[in-house]
DNA sequence: CAGATGTCAGACCAACTGATATGC
DNA sequence: CGCATATCAGTTCGTCTGACATCT
């Protein structure tokens, strides 16, 4: 442990997958992005899924449907979000994204991508993208009932 | 929101992190790894550093000194680590891994492997290994002191 | 009626805050 | 004395569990 080397670190994948989250979870603060880094995942794929189910979106954030109903409530709060019925289920709710949800959502972006700059500072534009590339493909492949209990 | 399609993801980088990490951090239970997640990367780091002071385990874990007696406490009950008074400054702790602990690290290990294999499946090996690599860069340019108030 | 969906209230766990003890 | 290190107690936050209402 000498003071001209770095901390010492994991070495394993998961552990350094976990590691580096705890880096992003830690300066993804409300403070900075305006909205909590949860919040600012739900509004992305509530932006790219027009007319999705309130299940659905549990699934896909991997959130029980109770813990589902809560992250709703605080951006329904904030007029983030509208609930409405489904006409064909009247059981089930369709979630959209307000236009001030948009506005939320793209400030936080700017500010995630800046804060994603300093994070990945090491790595090349190029390996970014391959980093990027290679999460995505791992999270394709996830069964999100696994997780859930859908 | 086709049924045949994927369910709806994340396309930020960071938001993937979030996102994988939440599906290794509810699968990496106690049960199935025998510690918890946080006890086997702390392990990890006592393994590979021999008389790691406290709070260079703190930084390195990215935990406030708080929450890193807390942790130690733990690992301390079971017998997986032994904290020391460091001769040369009598304030500091040196933290080293027992028999017990290594034994109970390299059973979480074995696991966590296997775990990975399975979060991981959409990965070729080289791309796994490519994912770590990256993921590791990334992290040692991380400043440990910029995320616990050391 | 049984099953599905969403909602809420209370319990539980992990993390943060502030105060204390010891050694430099 | 001021500063650093570690520890603990109390609080707060996020998550999980179980009960309930609505709809098919």
Same mark, same amino acid.
């Given at each position: 442990? /000498?003071? +001209?080397?770095?901390?010492?670190?994991?070495?394993?994948?998961?552990?350094?997958? &976990?590691?580096? /989250?705890?880096?992003?979870?830690?300066? +993804?603060?409300?403070?900075?992005?305006?909205?909590?880094?949860?919040?600012?995942?739900?509004?992305?794929?509530?932006?790219? /899924?027009?007319?999705?189910?309130?299940?659905?979106?549990?699934? &896909?954030?991997?959130?029980?449907?109770? /813990?589902?109903?809560?992250?709703?409530?605080?951006?329904?709060?904030?007029?983030?979000?509208?609930?409405?019925?489904?006409?064909?289920?009247?059981? !089930?709710?369709?979630?959209?994204?307000?236009? +001030?949800?948009?506005?939320?959502?793209?400030?936080?972006?700017?500010?995630?991508?800046?804060?994603?700059?300093?994070?990945? +500072?090491?790595?090349?534009?190029?390996? !970014?993208?391959?980093? !990027?590339?290679?999460?995505?493909?791992?999270?394709?492949?996830?069964?999100?009932?696994?997780?859930?209990?859908?």
């Amino acid at each position: 442990m /000498n003071p +001209a080397t770095q901390t010492p670190q994991t070495t394993g994948t998961m552990g350094l997958l &976990s590691q580096l /989250n705890r880096v992003v979870y830690r300066r +993804a603060t409300e403070e900075v992005l305006g909205i909590k880094l949860k919040q600012l995942i739900t509004l992305e794929i509530l932006a790219r /899924n027009e007319g999705c189910l309130q299940q659905e979106l549990g699934a &896909s954030l991997m959130v029980d449907p109770n /813990n589902c109903v809560l992250l709703l409530n605080e951006l329904d709060q904030h007029g983030f979000v509208e609930r409405r019925r489904d006409p064909e289920d009247r059981r !089930r709710h369709i979630v959209v994204i307000t236009p +001030a949800g948009m506005k939320a959502l793209r400030k936080a972006e700017e500010k995630l991508e800046a804060l994603e700059g300093e994070v990945l +500072a090491n790595l090349e534009p190029a390996e !970014r993208e391959q980093l !990027r590339d290679l999460l995505a493909r791992a999270m394709d492949g996830q069964d999100p009932n696994f997780v859930c209990g859908g």
